[in-house]
Each structure stands twice: as structure tokens, then as C-alpha cells.
């Protein structure tokens, strides 16, 4: 057999024939667990069989076992479709692989990529859909990475979408007779309402969805929005559900905030329209903005994706976003995120709570309506608490001056943590005696979150995201507190 095989990929039907696994250890294990949904004949052929293999054999499936016990015999390979050479006897495996092919019979030889017929590729399964993914035995760990990410990609409520649309497949022909048309419908199924419903867990809803686009001629253009956290910059704190609504797409509203890293993973014909505020815009009238887009696009039948820095409830007016769709009966979905104030304060090694210093966490921001202050300041300067201020940036002296008015110890440790999450992050350690100096020292930049607490000295040393960016460059130094 070749060295460097041409695979060509292809899906068995092994109902009822007879598969033969020789060997009976932890490999042959996973590949008996790949057959049991198979439905095949499946005969194992070993000296002594594993409790693993025992335990597969007894599980109550509807695989069908043979067990043959003692050294390797060629008749084993009478009548088999597909062959599994799975022993630690590398000689038993070029004679079962020899013989195998003498016969014409499919053979895979575990770890060995010259011996095989067939390799069994890294699998990702929802119900009957399969997607299988081989780096044709070059570098299986690759393949396994990839079958990772698909996994995150493919929500479980596939499975039931699947068996849903097979059920209603006559009836789905009959509304829909032309190809076209069935094309169409199955789209819909898929990026629609159904999906979302069966997401949810909604499976009668769902069906009465399809039931009733099914005595339409065309389907509902119904538009969906979901408010999606995108958290605070690293992609890699987005969620499974975060990345999903990103594939899905048709229009994303992001903040300014939201990195490339992020919006690279949408989907590649998504319009992505940045809709972010900056200082010195009416607030308002951008927010205003935001909600005609939403409902603009929405009415169009398609999925918008309002995609929010940290998390969509906290600081992100998300509750006013979600007012303003109820209004105009448009649906929603929510996908929290990952708010910076967790994030942060875990990539600056900064615990927001411990059993020795604080018992419990405000969150608070600094950017307010005209007129409206920050309320019961003597509640914030009480011991055993951490306080993160969200856009103070430019409140610090007022923040500081408030903190100190009302009983705050000077000598309360402070941390800046700006660009959480990013490579370009940088800690910056005070005091609240010398908070506003130590920011202008160092020329505080926003994004910036500000920590108040004792907590924060705990930073010193269990700091682990600035040892990996180099921590001695300008662009990551950190203030010692004084």
C-alpha cells in the first residue's frame, strides 16, 4: 500500500455486516465505541479482552457481538466487510493487514498509515449528521483539534432539527415542490425561527412553526435580533453560543470596542456595521441610531447581531436595547458575556473576592446621566469589599477625592488595569492617596478599569498574564504601589 495515499472520503452502511476487530485493549476500545451506532456485526477477536472491551459489549446497545478468544486465526476474516487491526504485535498486524487485502477487505491498521485500506477519521456527530475529518495520517492531533472546533460550531439541537425534517420530509416536498423552493425552506429551517426555538429547548413551538410556514407559499420573513457579549477583547473568552450567533449572521451592529480578532470569526458575508460611541457624541442620539438600525434590518426578515463589549446587561444599555424591541415586537435572544471586571481583574492575578480581604463585589461605573452621582458613598468606603469602577478614566481625581471624603483608607490599594484581556494590556498599581498622580504618571489610557481594594496587592505576585506578555517592555509596566 502506498505511503502517501489519495483518500477519498466515504460513508459505509454497515447495518447488518460483519466488522472483525482484533485486539482487545484500550485501542481496539475506541474504535468498538466509533461501530455502536453502526448497527454492524461486531466480531472481536483477542487473547484476553480488556474490562473496557467487556463493558462495551455488555452495555445494552442494539451492536450485535461476537467474541472470538485465543491467538489470531485467518477464518476470523470469513464474510467481513471491514477489518480493524488493533493488537501492540506489530508482525500480527502486517499478516491480519496481508491477508485482509489477499481477500479484498477494507483493512485499518491502528497507528501504521502503510498498512491501511481506510483510516478512520476524527468525527463530529449530531444525531445522522456526521462530519468526519482526517489529515490522511499525517498528524491525527491535528484532525482532533479541528473536530474540536467544529464541535463548538455545531449546536447539539442539530441532532433534532435532523430528525424533525426527516419526519416532515413528504410534507416538506408536497409545499415545495421545486428544488429551488425546498433550498429556500431548508435555509429558513436553519437560520430562522426553528432553530432558535429548538436552541431552547421548544420543540412543540418549533414544529408549529414549520407546520404553519409549510400552508404558506412563501416563508415568514421574520427577523431575529440577539445581543451577543462579546466580553472584554480576548477572542478567546467568547462563549460557544457568542460564536454560533456570530457564524449565523446577516448583519452585526458592534461597538467601537470589539476587536478584528472578534469579527473575523462572523460569518465572511456578514455586513458588519461599527456603531460604537465616542467621547463627546451625543450619547443618545447614537443610542437612537442603534435602535433604528436594529429594527430596520430586523423587518427585513434577517438575523442582526448587536454585538457588545463585556456583557450586554452590565453597563452595555442592553436592557434599553431589549425595551425598545418589545415595543416593536421584533424577537430576541441574549447571549451574555464574559464582563470585564471578571476578566480583568483574573488576567491582572487580582481576585475580586477572598476569604481574608473582601466578601463581596460592587460594580459601578463612573460614566453617569447629567446630574445623576454616584449615591452612598459612605456604603463604598465600608471594609471587606472590592470596588471596579467601568469608565472612570476620566473621573479618577473626582473618584478619588469622593473615596477619601468619605473614609476610605489613603492607603488602599488601587489598580488600573487598562486593554483587559490584550496583548497590549498593562496594570498599573497605586494608592488612593496617590491614584490621579500614578494615572497621569503613567498616562491612563481607556479602555481602563479601576480597582479599589485590598485585594489588589494580591496582584504583585500572582500576576500571570503580565509575565507572559514580558512584563519589563514600556507597553506592560506596572507601577509599584508607594
Known amino acids: 500500500m502506498s505511503d502517501n495515499p489519495k ?7 454497515l447495518v447488518g455486516k460483519k466488522v472483525l476487530v482484533v485486539g482487545a485493549g484500550e485501542v481496539a476500545a475506541r474504535k468498538i465505541r466509533l461501530l455502536l451506532g453502526t448497527d454492524a456485526e461486531i466480531h472481536i477477536g483477542a487473547i484476553h479482552f480488556s474490562e473496557t472491551v467487556l463493558t ?6 442494539e451492536a450485535h457481538f461476537t467474541l472470538h478468544q485465543g491467538p489470531y486465526q485467518t477464518e476470523w476474516l470469513n ?15 502486517e499478516r491480519i493487514a496481508c491477508e485482509a487485502e489477499q481477500r479484498r477487505i477494507p483493512v485499518n491498521v491502528v497507528d501504521t498509515r502503510e498498512l491501511c485500506a481506510f483510516q478512520v477519521p476524527a468525527m463530529v456527530e449530531r444525531g445522522d449528521l456526521k462530519v468526519a475529518i482526517s489529515s490522511g495520517g499525517h498528524a491525527p492531533v491535528i484532525a482532533r483539534r479541528i473536530r474540536e472546533r467544529i464541535e463548538t460550531l455545531l449546536d447539539p439541537s442539530l441532532s433534532t432539527l435532523l430528525a424533525m425534517t426527516e419526519r416532515y420530509r413528504p410534507a416538506i416536498r408536497r409545499a415545495r415542490p421545486s428544488l429551488p423552493q425546498r433550498r429556500q425552506f431548508y435555509n429558513w429551517l436553519l437560520d430562522g425561527p426553528v432553530s432558535h426555538e429548538l436552541r431552547s429547548g421548544n420543540l412543540a413551538q418549533a414544529e408549529f412553526m414549520l407546520l404553519s410556514a409549510l400552508k404558506q407559499a412563501q416563508e415568514p420573513a421574520q427577523g431575529l ?28 451592529l458592534h461597538d467601537r470596542l470589539v476587536g478584528a480578532d472578534i469579527l473575523a470569526l462572523a460569518r465572511r458575508d456578514a455586513q458588519c456595521i461599527s456603531v460604537g460611541k465616542k467621547a463627546g457624541e451625543n450619547q443618545d442620539a447614537t443610542q437612537n441610531r442603534i435602535h433604528t438600525l436594529m429594527k430596520h434590518y430586523a423587518e427585513q426578515g434577517l438575523h442582526v447581531v448587536r454585538l457588545k463589549g463585556g456583557d450586554p446587561f452590565i453597563f452595555g444599555r442592553g436592557g434599553e436595547e431589549l425595551q425598545f424591541l418589545r ?3 421584533i424577537a430576541y435572544r441574549v447571549v451574555p458575556g464574559l464582563t470585564a471586571a471578571l476578566a480583568g481583574a483574573a488576567y491582572a492575578g487580582i481576585p475580586l473576592t477572598h476569604r481574608d480581604h473582601a466578601q463581596s463585589v460592587r460594580l459601578l461605573t463612573a460614566h453617569r446621566r447629567p446630574g445623576q452621582d454616584i449615591e452612598n458613598w459612605p456604603a ?14 476620566k473621573q479618577i481625581a473626582a473618584l478619588q477625592t469622593q473615596l477619601l471624603q468619605h473614609g476610605q483608607s489613603p492607603d488602599t490599594a488601587v489598580a488600573f488595569i487598562e486593554n483587559a484581556t490584550l496583548k497590549t494590556q498593562r496594570v498599573i498599581q497605586a494608592r488612593v492617596a496617590n491614584m490621579a498622580e500614578q494615572a ?5 489610557q ?28 514600556p507597553e506592560h509596566a506596572t507601577a509599584k504601589l508607594n
Not at 483518500?7 to 452502511?13: C, E, R, S, Y
Not at 480493524?84 to 498486524?93: K, S, V, Y
Not at 497621569?440 to 491612563?444: A, K, R
Request: glycine share 10%; net charge negative.
Open 440 to 444: 497621569g504618571e503613567y498616562n491612563l
Open 56 to 61: 462495551l459489549t455488555q452495555a445494552g446497545t
Open 446 to 473: 481607556s479602555p481602563a478599569l479601576i480597582v479599589v481594594g485590598d485585594v489588589v496587592a494580591l496582584g504583585k505576585d500572582l500576576a500571570w498574564f503580565q509575565s507572559i506578555m514580558n512584563q519589563d517592555t
Open 380 to 393: 463604598l468606603t465600608q471594609p471587606g469589599q472590592t470596588l471596579v469602577f467601568y469608565m472612570g478614566v
Open 7 to 13: 483518500l477519498f472520503p466515504v460513508f459505509m452502511n
Open 225 to 252: 435580533v440577539t445581543l451577543v457579549g462579546a466580553g472584554p477583547g480576548d477572542p478567546g473568552l467568547l462563549t460557544l453560543n457568542a460564536q454560533r450567533a456570530l457564524n449565523e449572521a446577516d448583519v452585526i
Open 79 to 93: 464474510d467481513a466487510w471491514l477489518v480493524i487491526a488493533a493488537t501492540q504485535d506489530r508482525e500480527l498486524n
Open 327 to 329: 415595543e416593536h415586537d
